[in-house]
């Protein structure tokens, strides 16, 4: 391999790490760690082990995996050797995995013991053998299966800026999950805003839960936090009792996390007492943040900010300051440095000035590079340069950003356009309620009415009468739900985000007649 690699290549930055701060601990991974010095002679034997084996700039590695050092030992490796890393989600069932390898289709797929079973089935769906083995020491570290591909063998050359270096699969709340592909000048643009605005140092120690599958597992704080050369406490999974144990244990400084984690640790037995004094500012994505729970954390002295972000951007758009945290409740925030945004009419597609609302509308060096082998859904999404992002937003006169909700979840009754967040954060004020979400279902006289899906509070039972009642104090009467349903857990996706699609055909199903039904 000749050249020199580009000037935003991630690949570089344990390698700056190592010579600055060698022996400074990069990850503590459930008490075992990894100093800056380990994580860049991990990565890069790796990486020369890849290209060794005949991997080449755009070969794609999958894997099935919980947060682990070890697989950031692989993300940095493919950042060197110019591979792409796709990283699924466990939470998938067997034949949405097989359809994301598929459309992924990898050189080599690597599996955690964990999910033996889960990756046994998958592949087991598919016509195309992939090979497989494990994350670590004690396997690809070890031995670089043989590349498993279809075409022609890609080059060995330097890594570019514009070289692919994620491929992180969106959501699909309402279609198929698309590959969104995430470029290396991506990555460090969007990282690079953020640290204009989190102000992340390298005395500062980061909780980091949001899943390695999840873009935010990534570009929202932990790659950040390897840069300037802090430390990440890497945990598996959310476990809120765990989260508040770490928090004092690890003296963590800062997290990010989707409201639901920042509503299961406030209600969480623990929380009151909970040492919370270390933990200077946490950001919250993902979803709108019911103003009510921001309130509780800022009444435990953090400074709960929100944000907005969405993987297509790499993700960051869209912050709050600390300063403003606790006077502009709601709120998103203005734009990240090298981020443009524009509000547009969603009827029209007019760009609208000063106060408006409309759909939000992002350019910068962090909008992706396209979905992967989606060449439509890409110039669908992107326009003219312009990535259109399916969110309604509100912007004031001083440019402040509220999220309403997605375009495609607002609906309207009796000719009042309604959004269900607006309700959704209502319920959530009240102390039986853990969850809620609320879908406009079809209603002969009105068009559309709001029914609401509630998970109860743990041991709290739910009066429909008090809970509507509730509702009706706070909301216009045609923003009241009808009825609610009360349910174990609501059906989401592996992003977190809840799957209102679903909940929709539930009630379709039960209240209209299949064809031919009498």
């Not at 020369?48 to 050092?69: E, W």
């Not at 075409?151 to 959501?171: H, K, M, N, W, Y």
């Not at 790499?314 to 945004?341: M, W």
Request: charged content about 20%; overall charge negative; aromatic content about 6%.
């Amino acid at each position: 391999m000749t050249g020199v690699d580009g000037l935003h290549t991630l690949g570089r930055w344990p390698a700056d790490r190592a010579v600055a701060t060698p022996d400074r601990v990069a990850i503590d991974d459930r008490g075992v760690v990894l100093s800056y010095r380990g994580l860049e002679e991990r990565s890069r034997a790796l990486a020369a082990a890849f290209r060794a084996a005949g991997y080449g700039v755009g070969d794609r590695i999958a894997t099935l995996t919980g947060n682990s050092a070890d697989h950031v030992v692989l993300f940095f490796a493919c950042a060197k050797a110019g591979l792409v890393l796709v990283p699924l989600s466990w939470r998938l069932s067997p034949a949405e995995l097989a359809h994301q390898l598929l459309h992924a289709d990898p050189a080599l797929l690597l599996v955690e013991q964990e999910f033996d079973a889960l990756a046994d089935d998958a592949l087991a769906r598919m016509a195309v053998q992939v090979p497989r083995d494990r994350l670590g020491l004690d396997g690809v570290e070890g031995e670089v299966p043989v590349p498993h591909r279809r075409g022609t063998a890609p080059e060995q050359r330097a890594v570019r800026d514009d070289d692919a270096l994620l491929i992180v699969f969106t959501s699909g709340t309402l279609d198929q999950p698309k590959g969104a592909i995430l470029t290396h000048a991506n990555c460090f643009w969007t990282n690079l805003s953020l640290s204009r605005i989190a102000g992340l140092g390298s005395a500062d120690v980061v909780l980091a839960v949001m899943p390695q599958y999840h873009v935010g597992g990534w570009n929202i704080q932990p790659l950040l936090a390897w840069w300037v050369g802090a430390t990440v406490v890497l945990e598996r999974t959310f476990d809120a009792g765990r989260a508040l144990q770490l928090i004092a244990d690890r003296r963590i400084t800062t997290m990010m996390g989707v409201p639901a984690n920042y509503r299961f640790l406030a209600l969480h037995p623990d929380f009151a007492a909970a040492d919370l004094t270390s933990l200077e500012h946490a950001i919250v994505g993902g979803a709108p943040m019911p103003e009510a729970l921001l309130k509780i954390w800022h009444a435990r002295g953090v400074a709960l900010s929100q944000g907005y972000g969405l993987t297509e951007a790499s993700p960051n758009v869209l912050c709050l300051p600390d300063e403003d945290a606790r006077t502009r409740l709601g709120s998103a925030g203005k734009p990240y440095p090298h981020v443009e945004v524009q509000v547009a009419d969603p009827a029209t597609g007019e760009r609208l000035e000063g106060a408006a609302t409309g759909e939000l509308l992002v350019r910068g060096p962090g909008v992706f590079a396209g979905y992967f082998r989606a060449p439509e859904a890409t110039a669908r999404t992107v326009i003219d340069g312009w990535l259109h992002t399916g969110d309604l937003v509100e912007r004031d006169g001083s440019g402040y950003f509220r999220v309403i909700d997605r375009i495609k979840d607002v609906f309207i009754t009796g000719g009042e356009t309604v959004a269900p967040a607006e309700i959704e954060a209502v319920l959530l004020e009240h102390p039986a309620v853990a969850e809620a979400c609320v879908v406009g279902v079809p209603d002969e006289t009105w068009g559309e009415v709001p029914v609401a899906w509630i998970v109860p509070a743990r041991g709290a039972l739910v009066d429909d009468d008090e809970v509507i009642a509730h509702c009706a104090a706070s909301l216009a009467r045609f923003k009241v739900p009808t009825q609610l349903r009360l349910v174990p857990q609501l059906p989401r996706t592996s992003n977190s985000k809840v799957k209102r699609r679903e909940l929709l055909d539930r009630w379709l199903a039960e209240h209209i007649p299949t064809e031919g039904a009498r």
